[in-house]
């Protein structure tokens, strides 16, 4: 491994990645290992989705898996350490080995989570440039979110699940900060390759809008006669409303498609790097 200062993706071959949203297809595993996000082939391998990040330390790594479970299961405030520790079958001083604290811990726990959807969406721009286009990566956000249960309480406000754990864990506004910053950049770079028919430096109100347009369709799941709708068919709904929306009406060459996608690939590699620098491991 060389560290967190490079990144890199192998083995595009197979089936197309740009086809998970969440799911892994047939014969492929993407891990983010600390520092470096790959892709591997294995074609007798299926599961729902991605398999997790690799944390440079593989105690760390069951501590944070054991987080994970009994976070979804019970709730941040039900959660303690002790439940952690026990899960994981370490003790308890060597949780706070790794973490001074237990909103430090849960915020990690997320970042993990975020870095696993940044290595999905690294594979599918990889395999297919279109996937640049804010409809279809926005269409995919949405279905990578919504098919993770920590995501999904994190996306549709549930503070029984997350309490006060994304405001208050320095993880947790680094992941807020770090999400705004990059998607800012990504308007900038689809406006200046025509993909966007606004542009984002003039307009102001272009990311609050987008962020509008977005966030319902997460907070519209807990409204009564509004999630009568499949969930892909939801996702496309999402898509045709920022297609039509936020979009210029001509279709892109496949040029402009690859010029945007090599351009956004180093954004997201430069944010996976800094996620992987907060996990355990990542300044190795």
């Known amino acids: 491994m060389r560290g967190a200062e490079a990144i890199t993706s192998q083995y595009l071959r197979g089936d197309r990645p740009a086809r998970m949203c969440g799911r892994s297809p047939r014969g492929w595993s993407v891990d983010v290992v600390v520092g470096r996000t790959m892709l591997t082939e294995e074609p007798n391998w299926s599961v729902s989705r991605v398999s997790g990040v690799v944390v440079g330390d593989e105690m760390a790594a069951r501590i944070l898996d054991a987080a994970e479970a009994l976070v979804v299961r019970f709730g941040y ?57 804010l409809h279809r990566s926005m269409r995919c956000t949405f279905l990578q979110i919504m098919r993770r249960p920590l995501s999904k309480a994190f996306a549709t406000r549930d503070y029984d699940v997350l309490g006060e754990l994304m405001t208050a864990s320095q993880s947790g506004v680094r992941f807020v900060t770090g999400k705004i910053e990059t998607t800012a950049r990504y308007l900038a770079v689809l406006y200046k390759h025509g993909l966007l028919a606004d542009d984002p430096a003039a307009d102001p109100a272009l990311l609050y809008r987008l962020s509008a347009a977005v966030t319902g369709a997460f907070l519209l799941e807990g409204v009564p006669g509004m999630g009568d709708l499949g969930l892909e068919d939801k996702a496309d709904a999402l898509a045709t409303t920022l297609r039509r929306a936020f979009e210029p009406a001509a279709e892109p060459t496949p040029r402009t498609l690859r010029g945007a996608a090599s351009e956004l690939t180093e954004l997201y590699e430069q944010w996976a790097v800094e996620l992987a620098k907060a996990l355990p491991g990542g300044d190795t």
């Open 77 to 133: 405030r039900r959660t303690t350490v002790d439940d952690v520790a026990r899960r994981a079958g370490v003790g308890k001083g060597t949780v706070y080995l790794y973490w001074p604290s237990k909103l430090e811990l849960f915020g990690s726990v997320l970042t993990r989570e975020s870095a696993q959807m940044l290595a999905e969406q690294l594979a599918m721009v990889k395999a297919d440039p279109g996937e640049v286009r």
